[in-house]
C-alpha cells in the first residue's frame, strides 16, 4: 500500500511539474512574442485627442454623407476587421471608423467603460475631426451604445445601421464573464497558445496575408488589456441600463441581422421588433455569421444606398 501510495504521490508531483513548466514556458513565449510583435504592428488611420489621449480613427471616401462605424465588442482592430465594407461604402460615401480606447491602435484608459463613457468618448473625437453630421453604423454590441448616443447627439445622427447589432433584451446578457480567469491566461500565454492551434477567423475572406498578420497581432495585444476586461466586466450593467431605451420614432433605422441565429433564442423577432418602434425601419436578413460585414460587405453596402437615397415619409 505504501508503496502504491508513494508511486501515485510521485505520479502526481511529476504531473505538477510538467505542468508548471509548460505554464513557464507558454509565459515566457508569450512575453517575448508580445514585445517582438509590438516592433511589426504597421500605424494606419490618424491619432485624435479625446480627455488627453490618443483615439485612432481612419477616415476614408470623399462622399458628401459621413458614415461613422462602431465595431463589435472585443474586435482587435476594428478599421482593418472593417475594412471591406470601407472599401465598399467609401466609393461614394466618407467612412469614418472610429477605434474606440482599447481597441486598434488607440490607447488604452483607466475611465470605466460605461455606456456613457464610451458615448462621450466617440463623440468627443467626431468633434475633433469636425464631423457634426452622419449616419451611425454600428456592429453587435454598438447598437446598445448607439441607443445612448442617438438620445444624447439626436440632431446630429441621420439614421443608424446595425450590422447584426445587439439589442435590449436579448437572452444571455446577464450571465456574469470569466473577466479574471481570461486576463491571467492572456498573462500565461494560454490565449496566445489556443489562438495558436485554432482556425484563422480571416482565412478565406477578403484580407492580404499582412493584413490578417497584422489582425492578428493587434488582436492578441488588446484582447484581456485592462480597458478591454473592464468593457467586458460593465457589458451586463450596460444591457440593463439600455433595457427600457428606443430609438426615436422619428429616427430611420436598418438592421442587417442573421436569418438564424443559433445562439440568442429570438434574435430575428427582437430586431424585427426594434425596427417597427420607428416610422421607417427595415429588417434585412443574410444566411451568415455574426460578422455579417466580413462576407456581405456589398450586399451591406449597396442596401445602404438604398435605404439612405429612398424619401422619408
Known amino acids: 500500500m505504501k508503496k502504491f501510495l508513494r508511486f501515485v504521490l510521485t505520479g502526481v508531483a511529476a504531473l505538477v511539474a510538467l505542468v508548471l513548466a509548460g505554464l513557464l514556458t507558454t509565459t ?11 516592433a511589426r504592428i504597421e500605424p494606419y488611420g490618424q491619432r485624435v485627442t479625446v480627455d488627453g489621449k490618443r483615439m485612432n480613427v481612419l477616415v476614408a471616401g470623399q462622399g458628401e454623407e459621413t458614415i461613422v462605424l462602431l465595431p463589435g465588442f472585443g474586435t482587435g482592430s476594428p478599421a482593418l476587421d472593417f475594412s471591406p465594407l ?6 461614394d460615401h466618407r467612412v469614418v471608423a472610429v477605434e474606440p480606447f482599447g481597441y486598434g491602435l488607440s490607447d488604452e484608459t483607466d475611465v470605466p467603460r460605461t455606456t456613457e463613457n464610451i458615448v462621450s468618448e466617440v463623440h468627443e473625437a467626431l468633434a475633433g475631426l469636425g464631423v457634426d453630421r452622419y449616419v451611425l453604423m454600428g456592429h453587435s454590441i454598438a447598437g446598445i451604445y448607439a ?13 443608424f445601421v446595425g450590422i447584426d447589432s445587439s439589442v435590449p433584451g436579448q437572452p444571455g446578457m446577464d450571465a456574469d464573464l470569466p473577466v479574471d480567469a481570461l486576463r491571467v491566461a492572456k498573462t500565461l500565454g494560454i490565449t496566445r497558445l489556443v489562438t495558436a492551434l485554432g482556425p484563422d477567423p480571416y482565412a478565406d475572406l477578403p484580407y492580404s496575408e499582412t493584413m490578417r498578420e497584422q489582425l492578428g497581432m493587434i488582436s ?24 427600457d431605451k428606443v ?4 429616427l430611420p433605422v436598418l438592421l442587417f441581422v442573421q436569418a438564424d441565429n443559433p445562439t440568442v433564442r429570438g434574435w430575428l423577432p427582437l430586431h424585427e421588433e426594434q425596427a417597427a418602434s420607428v416610422d421607417r425601419g427595415e429588417v434585412v436578413t443574410f444566411d451568415a455569421d455574426h460578422y455579417l460585414h466580413h462576407t456581405k460587405s456589398v450586399e451591406i453596402a449597396d442596401g445602404t444606398r438604398r435605404f439612405l437615397a429612398e424619401p422619408v415619409g
Open 220 to 243: 492578441l495585444r488588446n484582447t484581456s488589456s485592462a480597458t478591454y476586461s473592464d468593457e467586458m466586466s460593465r457589458i451586463q450593467a450596460n444591457f440593463a441600463d439600455a433595457a
Open 247 to 250: 430609438f426615436p420614432p422619428d
Open 28 to 38: 515566457v513565449v508569450n512575453a517575448v512574442a508580445t514585445s517582438s510583435e509590438a
Open 86 to 91: 470601407i472599401d465598399e461604402l467609401s466609393v
Open 147 to 159: 441607443l445612448d448616443y442617438v438620445e444624447r447627439y439626436r440632431d446630429e445622427v441621420t439614421a
